[in-house]
């Protein structure tokens, strides 16, 4: 066994470790790698097949050189399309336009790459060739985490969660009247299929009141909750929130409260959209909550452009590593490439 494989498999284990603890950045940054490390690894071993009378060898190739270079194409394709989608279906807006700019930057990746593969920057200028790789080489790494963070995300959702469960907090999200819109609607379904398994558990309903609602979220929320014959008894109102962190952070206050018995700790659920579990996690996880999230169903035409939003929102939550690891890409394209 090489030191490349024992180094994957370290990272695999790092990766895991992140993964049971909780912590969602690290735990994609060290995907990210892992994804590389393969990559490169599968590059080095399709370059030493024979393909001569070798049919395995050659369907290999189709694959890795045809079939998915193809599948990137018809997925950005997709993408760009599902921005029109979003136009006809929820009006124009930035959020609409993700998919698109997505799909678009993984053509302008490759783009890149058979410009440089075409002209030789570095016997040019070494300052427009660094500047190139650099763009390049940040570009790949933020396309590759999403990538990550996509598989993360419906692994994470696809572990089932085993035990009694003792609360069910439903994340709010807006509303128009005091009744819940289809999607706030999801969630607390959602919520009720769980209520099937354990009929003791009581609803942590927690969303505040926005500017342009006419009632909290809570309030709404609860509501819908008593029209699907749930007592009151089984319904704790949390309607001071008005982010996702505070909705679990005065949650588990809630929680602490009602809680009475002192020989183990409550099990909590979280249930909110599928493509918002994940950073939900990171969200449970600051305010020191331990809670398993699941996810309700999105529309299609919805979820590439929600998914990429909730990406972005976790890379704001993490600027300043994340500007640090530019710096670190940065530096390598420098050393890796200046003449010294």
């Known amino acids: 066994m090489n030191i490349y494989v024992i180094s994957l498999i370290v990272i695999f284990i790092i990766m895991l470790i992140l993964h049971w603890q909780k912590k969602v950045f690290w735990s994609l940054i060290f995907a990210d790698v892992f994804l590389f490390m393969t990559l490169i690894a599968s590059l080095t071993f399709i370059n030493q097949l024979n393909v001569e009378n070798n049919f395995l060898s050659i369907a290999i190739l ?5 079939l998915i270079p193809l599948l990137i194409i018809m997925g950005c394709i997709f993408l760009v399309r599902n921005t029109r989608i979003m136009y006809l279906k929820e009006g124009r807006s930035l959020v609409a336009k993700l998919s698109a700019a997505f799909g678009l930057n993984i053509f302008v990746i490759f783009g890149v790459l058979l410009f440089m593969l075409q002209i030789d920057l570095f016997s040019k200028n070494i300052y427009w060739a660094i500047i190139v790789e650099s763009f390049l080489l ?3 790494f933020f396309v590759s985490l999403f990538i990550c963070y996509l598989i993360y995300s419906v692994i994470n959702q696809m572990v089932p ?3 009694n469960i003792d609360y069910i907090i439903v994340l709010g999200a807006g509303i128009r009247s005091e009744e819940v819109t289809p999607l706030l609607k999801s969630r607390l379904d959602k919520g009720l ?3 099937k398994d354990n009929p ?10 926005g500017p342009d609602e006419p009632v909290s979220e809570a ?8 029209s699907q014959n749930i007592p009151d008894s089984q319904i704790i109102i949390e309607d001071k929130s008005t982010t996702t962190y505070e909705n679990m952070k005065y949650s588990k206050i809630k929680i602490d409260n009602d809680w009475s018995d002192k020989t183990r700790k409550p099990n ?15 969200y449970a996880d600051m305010a020191k909550l331990k809670a398993h999230g699941a996810g309700a169903p999105t529309s299609y035409y919805f979820l590439p452009s929600a998914l990429l939003r909730e990406y972005a929102a976790i890379l704001v939550q993490n600027k300043i590593k994340i500007l640090l690891i ?4 940065i530096s390598f394209v420098i050393i890796a490439s200046w003449p010294f």
């Open 193 to 195: 299929m769980y209520l």
């Open 138 to 140: 940040i570009d790949v």
């Open 161 to 163: 969660y085993k035990k």
């Open 200 to 209: 003791k558990a009581k609803f942590v309903v927690s969303g505040g009141q």
């Open 326 to 329: 530019m710096l670190l890409i």
């Open 62 to 66: 189709f694959v890795f050189y045809i």
């Open 268 to 282: 909590v659920l979280f249930t909110t959209n599928n493509y918002h579990v994940l950073r939900s996690t990171t």
């Open 219 to 226: 309030f709404a929320m609860a509501k819908y909750l008593r």
